[in-house]
């Protein structure tokens, strides 16, 4: 972050069509933004965990899980949520596999620091993750690569195209399970902020979503430049999947997710510490 005559926050998420749709707002200069100039940053999550590890962004999306070890530099911002509402990450395979052939198996995940791959661990502890770039993982599936795969964003919605089975749905798992939404991303801003620059870059991140959803077809219009070869259908359905009324605040039931999520994560061991989750109007 510089300070000039005017701040400059640089905003970092994925080039995914769910991320261009809450940033379009903010991206396309729709809301008033008063004096704070944003510079977006787009790479996929997995380096954006790293980067926020090493402290290197103002603002960014990251996995909740990565957000176990970034507690210290950085708070949750009430908004920007990828919440799975009984959907999820997909576990998949070239044949039907159940939950206990997965022991042991080598499985395509799309990094060990990502939600997903810690939702995986909690539904079956005993497997050897590969791995692999989120897009590449139904590529390793089909050739053998691998004995199963974790698909991430619109491989969620493709795989049956590609002849791909279902083992599991992460988010339909732990909705079972908890009866909770399961929490894969948000966004993090810097502790080291000034609290009243946190709030006003929350406002702005919290206003490009609320435009983004009341814009739909322009938002989507420029969502689908990220899309992946998605078709406009089915992008808007993926859209409507990642944004939505949990994205513009989590609510109780959404704090109370990534609170029984995390905890779950250290239970297991995946996760080697306590964390304690702030957000930057508690």
Avoid: C
Avoid at 76 to 103: F, N, W
């Amino acid at each position: 972050m510089t300070t000039t005559q005017e701040t400059t926050i640089h905003l970092a998420h994925s080039p995914d069509s769910d991320d261009a749709f809450m940033f379009y707002a903010l991206a396309d200069g729709q809301i008033d933004t008063e004096g704070v100039s944003y510079v977006h940053e787009l790479q996929d999550i997995e380096t954006l965990n790293g980067r926020a590890l090493r402290g290197e962004l103002d603002v960014t999306a990251v996995s909740i899980h990565a957000y176990a070890y970034l507690s210290d530099r950085y708070a949750l911002l009430p908004h920007g949520a990828s919440m799975g509402d009984g959907y999820g990450p997909m576990l998949v395979a070239k044949t039907p596999m159940t939950r206990e052939q997965v022991v042991g198996r080598r499985v395509a995940v799309p990094g060990l620091m990502t939600s997903a791959y810690l939702a995986l661990r909690l539904y079956q502890p005993d497997f050897l993750p590969v791995v692999t770039p989120f897009d590449k993982i139904d590529e390793a599936v089909q050739r053998g690569d691998v004995d199963a795969g974790l698909l991430i964003h619109e491989g969620q919605l493709t795989y049956k195209d590609e002849g791909l089975h279902l083992i599991a749905d992460m988010g339909a798992w732990w909705k079972q399970k908890t009866g909770l939404p399961l929490p894969l991303g948000g966004n993090v801003i810097r502790k080291d902020m000034p609290r009243d620059l946190q709030r006003k870059v929350s406002r702005h991140l919290r206003d490009s979503i609320a435009f983004g959803l009341q814009h739909r077809k322009n938002a989507l219009d420029h969502a689908m430049r990220f899309a992946r070869g998605l078709d406009r259908s089915k992008a808007d359905e993926f859209v409507g999947m990642y944004v939505n009324d949990w994205t513009l605040d989590y609510g109780d039931q959404g704090r109370q997710a990534i609170r029984l999520f995390l905890d779950e994560g250290v239970k297991s061991g995946v996760i080697t510490h306590p964390v304690t989750v702030e957000f930057v109007d508690d």
